[in-house]
T-cell receptor
């Protein structure tokens, strides 16, 4: 099983809402990642968790808050987002930091 | 800072042609290079992974090569099919400390015409 599952697939939220994106993998991978992708652009790294600890935060605004409750689960909590935050949010995982990365199908987020 | 460039940005070919996508990177201190496929609005599907010590990898009609010293990789697609139409992204993996783990190129948008 090389599957990374993201929920929901689509999300529309207002600028005052609080929502969460969820990512799950059962491959025993110890590194998990959040990426943001705008249309016709490559994915941009947001956060990296390694062994359930936040190891990289790419200067992401505090309205995005990651959480790694256990080794299989990664959440991204959203609060007071702006319309320019509308994008495809991708989760990925890898066995270690230098091994093959597997991506989920993404959550299409629209902020209105 | 690592930079990854993909050429061409877009490519349109008739069905059945063999084609080559190019990827170059500026810093040869990589762990591996990975080729992905992305369909519109979807996630990334891993196609091939080449470790820094390897020269090439093959999967079906796909063959990827790596020349780490010159900072280049190519993805060869044999006998292209309309179902191959997608954006192809190359990404290099680097050590965590101070570096971004996966650095992506901007992709090549491939269209295979039936």
């Amino acid at each position: 099983d090389t599957e990374v599952t993201q929920t929901p697939k689509h999300l529309v939220m207002g600028m005052t809402n609080k929502k969460s994106l969820k990512c799950e993998q059962h491959m025993g991978h110890r590194a998990m990642y959040w990426y943001k992708q705008k249309a016709k652009k490559p994915p941009e790294l947001m956060f990296v968790y390694s062994y359930e600890k936040l190891s990289i935060n790419e200067s992401v605004p505090s309205r995005f808050s990651p959480e790694c409750p256990n080794s299989s689960l990664l959440n991204l909590h959203l609060h007071a987002l702006q319309p320019e935050d509308s994008a495809l949010y991708l989760c990925a995982s890898s066995q270690e930091e230098n091994t093959e990365a597997f991506f989920g199908q993404g959550t299409r987020l629209t902020v209105v | 800072k690592q930079e990854v460039t993909q050429i061409p940005a877009a490519l349109s070919v008739p069905e059945g042609e063999n084609l080559v996508l190019n990827c170059s990177f500026t810093d040869s201190a990589i762990y591996n290079l990975q080729w992905f496929r992305q369909d519109p609005g979807k996630g990334l599907t891993s196609l091939l992974l080449i470790q820094s010590s390897q020269r090439e990898q093959t999967s079906g009609r796909l063959n990827a090569s790596l020349d780490k010293s010159s900072g280049r990789s190519t993805l060869y697609i044999a006998a292209s099919q309309p179902g191959d139409s997608a954006t192809y992204l190359c990404a290099v993996s680097q050590p965590f400390s101070g570096n971004t783990p996966l650095v992506f190129g901007k992709g090549t948008r491939l269209s295979v015409i039936a």
